[in-house]
């Protein structure tokens, strides 16, 4: 009987413990400001529009990138790096389909190509701006295509 109660106490103790952890990475991604919720669909088809795969995640402005992390995940670094002057953004679009129940209400999906690879961002629609504000916003001579 007291084992089982010590056992588990234990994994009471490790569950807040991760609960705990799993809060404090979340508060110290969003430390230096400048992030927004953002979910993403990385290496998508060309024709495919609307899908499965989308993982919720946190963005963060960092110079000229964008820090991309999973939100369900203990990883102190970002997932993926999105570098201001290789985003070349082709089009912008509602949820459709499932999406629709994946991702965040209001969002809008933003298709974009990153260094060859296509990706599809979706955030709302003040994200969207400041997004679209600081990719325009570049240094003059960066490249800048936004749809």
């Not at 809008?108 to 701006?129: F, P, Y």
């Amino acid at each position: 009987m007291f084992l089982a109660l010590l056992v588990s106490g234990i994994v009471v103790v490790l569950v807040l413990l991760g609960l705990f952890v799993f809060g404090l990475r979340r508060r110290l991604i969003q430390r230096s400001g400048g992030t927004f919720d953002c979910s993403l669909r990385w290496n998508v088809p060309e024709n495919e529009t609307g899908g499965k795969g989308w993982i919720y995640g946190v963005s963060r402005y960092n110079g000229d990138r964008i820090e991309w992390f999973r939100v369900f995940s203990y990883a102190p670094r970002p997932r993926h790096l999105l570098e201001r002057s290789a985003i070349e953004v082709l089009e912008r679009r509602t949820p459709q389909g499932e999406e629709e129940l994946a991702l965040l209400s209001d969002s809008i999906v933003l298709a974009c190509r990153h260094r060859g690879t296509r990706l599809e961002l979706a955030m709302s629609e003040d994200a969207l701006t400041g997004f679209l504000a600081w990719l325009e916003a570049a240094p003059p001579g960066q490249r800048v295509n936004v749809a």
